[in-house]
């Protein structure tokens, strides 16, 4: 397992790689893939696809489930995952530097087509989102995967004994009343995106600046709510595998406030009019992909130290999709 010095400084140099140069046309597929139940398909025979993702491990597991998958059928793939941010990696795409990503419909909604509120119900968020986004950027949005990977706040066993919090609504109690008892770390996007803190704070009714806040970086977030000496709450991913192994308890989301986050295969409409094949590749796959699925492949990245292209070749493997090559 790399160690934090070492994510981060490779998290940079993907920043640097995006604002300095722009992207490049990505590296080889890290691992070799054989015909699995996915066999060549005529039609993907040596095509060139980049595939990217963000620069969180779920993303990285999930742009290498593309890669792989695409490689058994006899794509020529290219691997530009890692990619610093949301809105770099959806610049990437819509500049035609990637041509697939697995992207979440709260992200699309709220983010990139500007929506302050999400819808409760999955498949409405999907389809509101699937719609506008093809009217608006001729973006095509594939059945999305069941999992929802939605932020959370977090706490250990012991700040929950200590402040009786349960809910989002007694946190907001306690930042109201008892502002140093809810210290809390978020990341860089959580602190200023709309469907994160500050939207949250709106929703909750407090003052979003009245708790000391620190930003770091979200593999720290985990552990450090866990000792619970610097970060009392922290933000979390609810498919993430260190919640589990940190014993971490999660606050309900009792005004429903966050959006629902299921990932979808996001593609131009001229590359799914091209290539449809790949939506018939990938569509068992995503079906495959549930919450308990997601997490445990995150908690043997982020727990257990294993590389993420290695996870998602092995889920693969097991789930009969491929072979080792």
């Known amino acids: ?127 509101a989102t699937r719609d506008a986004d093809l009217a608006a950027n001729d973006m095509v949005w594939a059945d999305p995967a069941p999992m929802n990977n939605t932020y959370a706040i977090a706490m250990n066993r012991q700040t929950a004994e200590q402040t009786g919090v349960r809910t989002l609504s007694d946190y907001a109690r306690l930042v109201s009343t008892d502002p140093a008892a809810a210290t809390t770390c978020v990341e860089t996007e959580f602190n200023v995106r709309q469907d994160g803190y500050p939207g949250m704070a709106a929703k909750y009714e407090f003052n979003p600046d009245a708790a000391p806040r620190q930003i770091l970086q979200t593999g720290i977030i985990y552990q450090a709510t866990a000792d619970g000496n610097q970060c009392k709450f922290g933000e979390v991913f609810t498919t993430d595998g260190r919640i589990i192994a940190l014993d971490l308890v999660l606050l309900e989301d009792d005004r429903s406030f966050f959006p629902k986050y299921n990932p979808s295969l996001v593609m131009k409409k001229s590359f799914a009019d091209a290539y449809p094949e790949v939506l018939d590749v990938m569509a068992p796959i995503s079906e495959k992909l549930t919450d308990q699925v997601m997490t445990e492949l995150n908690r043997q990245v982020d727990v257990e130290g294993l590389e993420p292209a290695d996870v998602a070749r092995d889920w693969l493997v097991s789930e009969g999709f491929v072979t080792t090559g």
């Open 1 to 127: 397992m790399k160690s934090m010095v070492e994510s981060i400084l490779a998290v940079a140099a993907s920043g640097l790689l995006v604002a300095g140069c722009g992207l490049e046309s990505g590296g080889a597929v890290p691992l070799p893939v054989g015909p699995g139940s996915i066999e060549p398909i005529p039609e993907l025979d040596g095509v060139k696809i980049t595939v990217g993702s963000k620069d969180f491990t779920e993303q990285i597991t999930l742009g290498y489930v593309i890669e792989f998958a695409l490689t058994a059928a006899g794509a020529d793939v290219r691997d530009l995952t890692n990619i610093q941010g949301s809105n770099s990696t959806r610049d990437a795409q819509l500049d035609g530097q990637i041509d697939l990503t697995y992207e979440y419909t709260g992200t699309g909604w709220i983010n990139y087509l500007g929506n302050e509120t999400p819808l409760p119900d999955s498949q409405q968020q999907y389809e």
